[in-house]
T-cell receptor, first 115, second 113 residues
Framework: KAGVTQTPRYLIKTRGQQVTLSCSPISGHRSVSWYQQTPGQGLQFLFEYFSETQRNKGNFPGRFSGRQFSNSRSEMNVSTLELGDSALYLC??????????????FGEGSWLTVV | AQKVTQAQTEISVVEKEDVTLDCVYETRDTTYYLFWYKQPPSGELVFLIRRNSFDEQNEISGRYSWNFQKSTSSFNFTITASQVVDSAVYFCALSEAEYKLSFGAGTTVTVRA
């Protein structure tokens, strides 16, 4: 069974550019969430999507956005990149939002460097 | 306020020693879930265990064991007879009603041969 797949794995962008990261959840999983990991702030929740609707959003500026498609695949976008956006971006999926179905599995992440 | 506290920043042991990682959480919800993840240098967060707030039964899985105590809001993790491959950063996380994970700062475990 394939795990959570994230693309691209590594990318370098210039300040001011935008970036789109992609995530394919485990087959049958309907909830997709995104996390940012930096040495200074640790792992922080960005947002969660379920059935193509954003259900929850973390404390990040509006430059960070996302969406989920009907096949549960998700993308996140960061516009007007800043140096501080350099981070590991992790996508996670779970079968459901609660109860016994909410074991949360993570992908390998996308390493973003902003120069 | 920090919802998940991992007081140990780094632990270094010699192979075959036991390692216990501490995790203390804070929540007002009666239904919540606790997780442990392992993060090797590659970056992926590897799921180890999930416990819900109604299940205080402790568990042993191979060399891993977990001790969940609601009375002290702790969810500790032990690696028995550690191996070099256990070297990684270990994260404890809490999921409450909003279904998002709040992570601790992580504990770096180094197992020396």
């Amino acid at each position: 069974k394939a795990g959570v797949t994230q693309t691209p794995r590594y990318l370098i962008k210039t300040r001011g550019q935008q970036v789109t990261l992609s995530c394919s959840p485990i087959s049958g999983h309907r909830s997709v969430s995104w996390y940012q990991q930096t040495p200074g702030q640790g792992l922080q929740f960005l947002f969660e999507y379920f059935s193509e609707t954003q259900r929850n959003k973390g404390n990040f500026p509006g430059r960070f956005s996302g969406r989920q498609f009907s096949n549960s695949r998700s993308e996140m976008n960061v516009s007007t990149l800043e140096l501080g956006d350099s981070a590991l971006y992790l996508c996670a999926s779970s079968k459901d939002r609660g109860g016994s179905g909410n074991t949360i599995y993570f992908g390998e992440g996308s390493w973003l460097t902003v120069v | 306020a920090q919802k998940v506290t991992q007081a140990q920043t780094e632990i270094s042991v010699v192979e075959k020693e036991d390692v216990t990682l501490d995790c203390v959480y804070e929540t007002r919800d009666t239904t919540y879930y606790l997780f442990w993840y392992k993060q090797p240098p590659s970056g992926e967060l590897v799921f180890l265990i999930r416990r819900n707030s109604f299940d205080e039964q402790n568990e042993i899985s191979g060399r891993y064991s977990w001790n969940f105590q609601k009375s002290t809001s702790s969810f500790n993790f032990t690696i028995t007879a550690s191996q070099v491959v256990d070297s990684a950063v270990y994260f404890c996380a809490l999921s409450e009603a909003e279904y998002k994970l709040s992570f601790g700062a992580g504990t770096t475990v180094t197992v020396r041969a």
